[in-house]
């Protein structure tokens, strides 16, 4: 039983693997996107921007505005946002769009962002889940219920190696993955983000994951991952859901045993 299964995970990693190989050399990875010296702009480390700024320039640097959402592209300058995400239809034809398309866009945004008095970069968020989904032509992998399903840590790594180059290749340097909650009630319509419902099958996973974004140590190939959603956010009680839903966006209403041993884990 133990050699069917090495057999099939094996198997597995090869299909996998070697589809990405021919769609990744479909699609055009570009060079992350260039952006000019913020020394020239008026602060050089983060203690001198801090240093400099003022109170509204602070608080403009705090929240992330979704592209959306802006009225103009000038109000990053006007306001010296932070953050812009590129969320459900955020890209730059609403969905979807080629990587140079995407490159283009981010680029736009970040030009404004350098016209602000200090002219810091934004950091710029996309979704990309099980690949880089955002881009036409992108390698697509299987949702995390899937991999979880491999229990293959190097596996897990490499695909989000693959995605991590995508990412890069439409200028953007965050992405909001891995999904490390883990789902205990199959109800739940986000059961497919979680590696599954036993922490030491997610946890590795969840580390191997941060590895294929970020590598070993941050640089300038890393593209940021963020652990989400939050502490518990599959642990949720079937009936005290919100906004129509009965256990989405519900009370996990857990001991602190159960918090400490099942869903802090990963994160």
């Not at 992330?64 to 009225?71: E, I, P």
């Not at 840590?153 to 990412?167: C, H, K, P, W």
């Amino acid at each position: 039983m133990g050699t069917t299964v090495r057999s099939r995970n094996h198997s597995m990693r090869r299909g996998l693997l070697g589809a990405a190989s021919i769609l990744l050399a479909g699609v055009a990875l570009l060079a992350p996107a260039s952006i000019p010296s913020v020394a020239a702009a008026g602060c050089i480390s983060t203690s001198d921007c801090l240093s400099k700024m003022t109170l509204a320039e602070k608080a403009g640097q705090m929240p992330q505005v979704a592209n959306t959402y802006l009225r103009s592209n000038s109000d990053i300058a006007t306001y010296g946002l932070g953050s812009v995400l590129s969320g459900g239809g955020g890209g730059p034809n609403g969905a979807g769009g080629t990587a140079s398309q995407w490159k283009t866009m981010v680029d736009n945004f970040q030009s404004y962002a350098l016209q602000s008095r200090l002219g810091i970069p934004l950091l710029y968020g996309v979704d990309a889940v099980h690949g880089n989904n955002n881009i036409s032509g992108a390698v697509i992998f299987p949702h995390n219920i899937g991999m979880g399903a491999s229990r293959d840590a190097a596996l897990v790594q490499q695909e989000e190696d693959i995605t991590r180059q995508e990412v890069l290749g439409s200028g953007i340097r965050w992405s909001f993955a891995p999904c490390v909650c883990v789902a205990r009630d199959d109800r739940w319509g986000r059961t497919y983000e979680s590696y599954g419902e036993d922490p030491s099958v997610g946890n590795p996973l969840a580390s191997a994951a941060v590895t294929g974004f970020q590598g070993t140590s941050l640089s300038t190939t890393s593209v940021l991952s963020t652990a989400k959603h939050f502490v518990a956010d599959g642990g949720t009680k079937y009936g005290t859901g919100s906004s129509g839903y009965l256990i989405d966006q519900g009370d996990a209403q857990i001991t602190e045993a159960e918090l400490d041993a099942v869903h802090l884990p990963p994160f």
